[in-house]
């Protein structure tokens, strides 16, 4: 039996502005993708029994073909045009699940690299990431992993300078948000924001840790907030601990808070911890490991 294990790294946006809405009903992005240390473990291993099963360390989520890692494989297969012997997947889940940290997207992104190195490589990197935007608009970020501005849906890629290091703390309340919610929750406001991401591009480029932290954005943030404000109450509890800068991720419920040493990061988390679902110290990645 041959098997390969692979790290599904989380990922946060230091910006998200929404630019409007487009023809085919998605809505036009500019976002800052940063990858952090939190991670699922993901496992694949050939059998003789054809198919694709899923285990996963949480019982509530779907093991089918609903699920983005048995989407991915049946992709990679498809893309490829190898005859699939028999799959077991196997996912222990670490990232919140309806955070707003590209869970199901990383999971599924890991499966395509561990598929196409299982393989021998039969995909180009390039021919990987356009077939991974049919399974979600961040997937192929997080293929390719580090700090990186995207435009479009999300898919227009262009790699910048590293985050400067840092420490920091995640946390989710007891609920989740689904993105379609979000954006519904910005649309009901009349679509209008104004966040400009050249001063975060210029703190990262000069390696500015305070004034990444001064320019961070999220166009959803306000609207979602409004109809949960617990995620208000989380951003102000990181910034009274000391975090340089918070802000919620992606579409919610997940805040994170940026810390310049990781005891004050730890420190934070501890005065949180017992009060949430959901709390970790992480930092951001340059790039992918596995």
């Known amino acids: 039996m041959k098997q390969i294990s692979g790290t599904a790294y989380a990922k946060i946006n230091l910006y998200l502005s929404v630019r409007g809405l487009r023809a085919d009903g998605y809505h036009e992005l500019e976002t800052v993708f940063q990858t952090v240390e939190l991670c699922d473990l993901v496992a694949a291993s050939l059998h003789r029994q054809g198919g694709i099963s899923l285990r996963c360390s949480l019982p509530y989520l779907p093991t089918d073909e609903r699920n983005l890692a048995v989407k991915a494989a049946e992709l990679f297969f498809r893309e490829t045009g190898l005859e699939n012997p028999g799959l077991n997947l196997n996912i222990k889940k670490n990232i919140p699940v309806g955070a707003g940290l590209a869970g199901g997207s990383t ?132 910034l009274s601990l000391g975090a340089m800068g918070a802000r919620m991720t992606g579409s919610g419920s997940a805040v994170y808070g940026i810390f310049d040493e990781q005891e004050r990061a730890s420190r934070a988390a501890e005065a949180l911890r017992g009060k949430l679902r959901f709390i970790t110290v992480t930092r951001p990645l340059p790039g992918l490991r596995e």
Request: aromatic fraction near 4%; proline fraction near 8%; hydrophobic fraction near 40%.
């Open 107 to 238: 999971d599924a992104a890991c499966v395509l690299r561990l598929l196409n190195r299982l393989f021998g490589m039969p995909l180009s990197e390039e021919r990987m990431a356009n077939a991974a935007l049919t399974l979600g608009a961040d997937v192929p970020f997080c293929l390719r992993g580090g700090t990186a501005l995207a435009g479009g849906v999300g898919e227009k890629l262009r790699p910048l300078p590293p985050m400067p290091e840092c420490a920091m703390v995640i946390v989710k309340p007891g609920f989740s948000v689904s993105t379609k919610a979000a954006f519904a929750l910005y649309d009901q406001t009349g679509g209008t924001e104004s966040g400009q991401s050249a001063p975060l591009l210029a703190a990262l480029a000069d390696g500015d840790l305070t004034g990444v932290c001064r320019s961070l954005h999220n166009g959803l943030e306000g609207p979602v907030a409004e109809q949960f404000p617990r995620i208000g109450q989380l951003r102000e509890q990181l």
